[in-house]
C-alpha cells in the first residue's frame, strides 16, 4: 500500500507560478510510475503529466506543454509538478497518482493508477 500526501495548491494571478509537491507513504522502495492529474467542476479529469521511476521518462497533457514540469526524487519519495505561466483555465484540484511499474513506459490513463492523493486546489485569477 501507498498513501499520497499532495502540497503546495493556492490562489495565485494569471502568469504566476506554483510549485506542487506529492509525498508518498509506505511501501516506496519498490518503482511507482507518478502522475498528476486535474478535475475541475462539471469536467472530466484531466491527464497533466507523467514521470516513470526508471529513466524519468516523462508525459504531459497538450493544454500543459512548455508551461508545466513534472520531476521526481526517487531518494525522497517525492513527486512535483512545476507550473509557470499559470492560466485561469489551469484552475482545479490537481491529484497525484502512483502505481508500481513494471516498464519504463510513462502511463497517462488515470485508470492505471492505483494510488490516489486527497487533491490539492489550485486557483489561478485573471
Known amino acids: 500500500q501507498v498513501r499520497l500526501v499532495e502540497s503546495g495548491g493556492g490562489s495565485v494571478q494569471a502568469g504566476d507560478s506554483l510549485r506542487l509537491s506529492c509525498e508518498a507513504f509506505?511501501?516506496?522502495?519498490?518503482?511507482?510510475?507518478m502522475g498528476w492529474f486535474r478535475q475541475s467542476p462539471g469536467k472530466e479529469r484531466e491527464f497533466v503529466a507523467a514521470?516513470?521511476?526508471?529513466?524519468?521518462?516523462?508525459a504531459y497533457g497538450d493544454s500543459v506543454k512548455g508551461r508545466f514540469t513534472i520531476s521526481r526524487d526517487n531518494a525522497k519519495n517525492m513527486a512535483y509538478l512545476q507550473m509557470n505561466t499559470l492560466k485561469p483555465e489551469d484552475t482545479a484540484v490537481y491529484y497525484c497518482?502512483?502505481?508500481?511499474?513494471?516498464?519504463?513506459?510513462?502511463?497517462?490513463?488515470?485508470?492505471?493508477?492505483?494510488?490516489w492523493g486527497q487533491g490539492t486546489q489550485v486557483t489561478v485569477s485573471s
Open positions: 497518482a502512483a502505481r508500481r511499474e513494471v516498464s519504463a513506459r510513462v502511463q497517462t490513463a488515470a485508470n492505471w493508477y492505483e494510488y
Open positions: 509506505g511501501r516506496t522502495s519498490e518503482p511507482y510510475g
Open positions: 514521470v516513470t521511476w526508471a529513466w524519468a521518462v516523462t
